[in-house]
């Protein structure tokens, strides 16, 4: 058998091999020709209504922030609460910039709309299916007789037909240049407005004078237990 050459690097080769490592860091230094240029900046987005709270200017006052007399909520957050039928015809009225969708919608068909859900939300649905209506508010005046022949007029009711009761009683005290004053209801009955003496037929016109919202059919007198209307004195 032929014998095999012993390997053997030649001279050139070691050149080369040696050549290339010296080559090899400084060709890492170096940025390469055919790599792609660093990517263009994203265009700009368009700048938002979003400002942080330290860009604003300080406050020196304070804000009015308006508020929607049916749900209490700011206006532009009707549309969220639960009596949006009821808030509708007025945001459309006092705040229409909030709401440019119904610009051409009918204010007259918005407002039946508020007026059938507020008789809806007058009937509860009682267990087992029954509905009751809920109860139309009314003044009751009553005459009580306390520590023997003291007499006291005991008004109850005006809440209901939003009627400050504090306010009442001064106005009473003044019409009638006696004491009145606000008296807790017990057993969990409202509050009442009493008066020191007998004003039952007095009372009742200068309640509908001073609160024009109470009419003269919404008020009755309490006697052994029955209601009996306060109709209007024959002149």
Do not use: N
């Not at 368009?46 to 406050?59: G, L, M, Q």
């Not at 957050?77 to 459309?92: A, E, L, R, Y």
């Amino acid at each position: 058998m032929p014998k095999k050459k012993p390997f053997v690097i030649e001279e050139d080769a070691k050149e080369e091999v040696k050549a290339e490592q010296t080559a090899a860091p400084e060709e890492a230094s170096k940025p390469k020709d055919s790599e792609d240029p660093a990517p263009a900046k994203a265009e700009a987005q368009p700048a938002s209504d979003f400002k942080p709270h330290d860009s604003y200017p300080p406050i020196t006052k304070a804000e009015v922030v308006e508020y929607c007399p049916v749900c209490g909520l700011p206006p532009d957050f009707c549309q969220f609460g639960t009596c949006w039928d009821k808030c509708k015809p007025v945001c459309m009225e006092k705040f229409p910039q909030y709401y440019p969708e119904l610009a051409g919608a009918s204010l007259a068909d918005a407002k039946k709309t508020a007026e059938e859900a507020a008789e809806q939300a007058k009937i509860k649905e009682l267990p087992g299916g029954k509905k009751k209506r809920e109860k139309s508010p009314e003044v009751t005046i009553k005459k009580l007789t306390r520590s023997g022949k003291k007499c006291v007029t005991s008004i109850q009711g005006l809440e209901g037909f939003g009627v400050k009761l504090d306010a009442a009683a001064k106005i009473f005290k003044k019409k009638f240049s006696c004491g009145a004053s606000v008296v807790g209801g017990d057993g969990g009955l409202p509050e009442t407005v009493d008066i020191q003496g007998d004003f039952e037929e007095e009372v009742v016109a200068c309640i509908c004078k001073e609160f024009p919202a109470v009419v003269r059919e919404k008020i009755c007198f309490v006697e052994g237990g029955a209601k009996k209307k306060a109709v209007k004195p024959s002149k």
